[in-house]
């Protein structure tokens, strides 16, 4: 079974950062292309970075220069550094694998 965590979020003030983790069980984690996805209230979901399973990235324009997607294929975790966070950030952010696998998500606030 595909079960994948995600922790880390918080409450954090404008121009702070968080790192999110996301620990993935259940499948060859090193073999898959991961993403994280973020859903703001009244929002569709939103892709805001991409790795493939050999490393390379990819991001919105929303997001770029302040996020960065890494993975531990050891430790069998994704990892969202957010940096110069922003009031429009705030949201849930689920840990994905492409193409239906989701984690219950990690709540991002970000407010003074």
């Known amino acids: 079974e595909v079960q994948l965590q995600a922790c880390g979020g918080g409450l954090v003030q404008p121009g702070g950062s968080l790192r999110l983790s996301c620990a993935a069980s259940?499948?060859?984690?090193?073999?898959?292309?991961m993403s994280w996805v973020r859903q703001a209230p009244g929002k569709q979901r939103e892709l805001v970075a991409t790795i493939t399973s050999g490393g390379t990235t990819d991001y919105p324009d929303s997001v770029k220069e302040r996020f960065t997607i890494s993975r531990d294929n050891i430790r069998r975790t994704l990892y969202l550094q957010m940096n110069s966070l922003k009031a429009e950030d705030t949201a849930v952010y689920y840990c994905?694998?492409?193409?239906?696998?989701w984690g219950p998500g990690t709540q991002v606030t970000v407010s003074s």
């Open positions: 994905h694998r492409p193409p239906d696998s």
């Open positions: 259940g499948f060859t984690f090193g073999s898959h292309d």
